[in-house]
């Protein structure tokens, strides 16, 4: 409980990049923290990432799908223990469409989510060109401990435009959402929380973006996890 007077609100913070606060509900959240930490194993499990200019990204990561690596995909995790990757579920492909209409403002034909859910397209939100039909086949799933960070990037190695899907799990965060341009200003900073669904399409669906900053000690006590859990779904539309 954070001690709101009003619910937090679902806000289109960019064109084609909408915050739905409160998501997933406490339930939902332990299986996908339980399903987390089964992925999280080797092999092909958890890793550090390093970049090609020497850095290394606080965030350590894990991938379903197809492996993510600075700044690629590939079937085996080629920065890592070079097993192949584990396959995307289609229980959390479900879960990025589901996500999608949430955010876009459509009905959850699944129920994925745990909030009230609008009965069917209301606005003022438009489909920003969402059909419904694409399969989520890639999950990046970053861990943040109390002094991760995520510099400003693109999520650009795909060839599809859908959306790009974002939940959190455990300590809130500081997300600061940017512009197609540049990683500088105008960005807007979001606090997402356990349980917040980050969609961003369209328009923005190249936008920078990044998380100058974990709040520790934030996450639901009953959850059982220090640190955040963020679960990226993304389209690739790459060759098979």
């Known amino acids: 409980m954070h001690g709101e007077l009003f619910p937090r609100e679902r806000t289109e913070i960019a064109p084609g990049a909408v915050h739905v606060p409160d998501w997933l509900g406490p339930d939902r959240q332990r299986e996908l923290l339980a399903d987390c930490r089964e992925w999280a194993r080797p092999p092909a499990g958890l890793r550090t990432v ?7 990204m606080t ?23 070079g097993a192949p ?3 995307m579920p289609a229980r959390l492909a479900a879960l990025g469409r589901a996500a999608v209409a949430a955010a876009y403002g459509e009905a959850d034909p ?10 069917g397209r209301c606005g003022p939100y438009p489909s920003y060109g969402w059909q419904g039909d694409e399969v989520y086949d ?4 970053n861990f943040y401990d109390g002094d991760s960070r995520m510099g400003m990037h693109r999520d650009a190695e795909e060839r599809s435009g859908a959306p790009v899907v974002s939940l959190s799990l455990g300590d809130s965060c500081l997300f600061r ?3 197609t341009a540049s990683r500088g200003r105008p960005y807007r900073d979001v606090e997402l929380r356990s349980g917040d ?4 399409g369209g328009p923005s669906r190249l936008a920078h973006h990044g998380v100058p900053k974990v709040l520790p000690g934030t996450g639901p006590q009953d959850l059982g996890l220090s640190g955040r859990l ?3 779904l993304r389209v690739g539309g790459l060759d098979p």
Not at 70 to 81: F, H, K, L, Q, S
């Open 230 to 232: 963020n679960i990226t």
């Open 59 to 81: 965030a350590r990561q894990v991938c379903l799908g197809l492996h993510w690596y600075p700044y690629g995909y590939a079937r085996t995790a080629v920065d890592g223990d």
């Open 177 to 179: 959402f940017g512009n």
């Open 197 to 200: 669904l980050f969609v961003f």
């Open 110 to 119: 699944l129920g994925h989510g745990d909030g009230e859910q609008p009965a």
């Open 85 to 87: 990757v584990k396959p």
């Open 138 to 141: 890639i999950a990046l799933i």
């Open 50 to 56: 390093h970049t090609p200019g020497g850095g290394t």
